[in-house]
Nanobody, 127 residues
Framework: QVQLVESGGGLVQAGGSLRLSCTAS????????VGWFRQAPGKEREFVAA?????????RHVDSQKGRFIGSRDNAKNTVYLQMNSLKPEDAAVYYC???????????????????WGPGTQVTVSS
């Protein structure tokens, strides 16, 4: 059974940082596009970032946060990371990682393109 599990969420003060992890089991995700989404109470789930395999051992990171969030991977651990810096109270949400087992080359913010989802991890930012 293929699973994704997020970790690294928690409580942080505004301006602080957190690193989220997304670890896969049952499948090697080193060539999958892995996206990060978040959902705050009363709001729809929204795109945060994506880490895209571009061939060999190289990846491209895209995000909606103007560079505050940085993606990386450790293929030996089958894990994708999201480093979140300069956190703001409005960043508070449940953060989900999702993997796409089928390659695609655009619209990384489209949730339906991802077919494996983790249960989420809570991020709380105090002002």
């Amino acid at each position: 059974q293929v699973q994704l599990v997020e970790s690294g969420g928690g409580l942080v003060q505004a301006g602080g940082s957190l690193r989220l992890s997304c670890t896969a089991s049952g499948r090697t995700i080193n060539t999958d596009t892995v996206g990060w989404f978040r959902q705050a109470p009363g709001k729809e789930r929204e795109f945060v970032a994506a880490n895209i395999w571009t061939g060999g051992n190289t990846y491209r990171h895209v995000d909606s946060q103007k560079g505050r969030f940085i993606g990386s991977r450790d293929n030996a651990k089958n894990t994708v990371y999201l480093q979140m810096n300069s956190l703001k109270p409005e960043d508070a949400a449940v953060y989900y990682c999702a993997a796409s087992t089928r390659p695609f080359e655009s619209r990384y913010d489209t949730q339906s393109k991802y077919d494996i989802w983790g249960p989420g991890t809570q991020v709380t930012v105090s002002s």
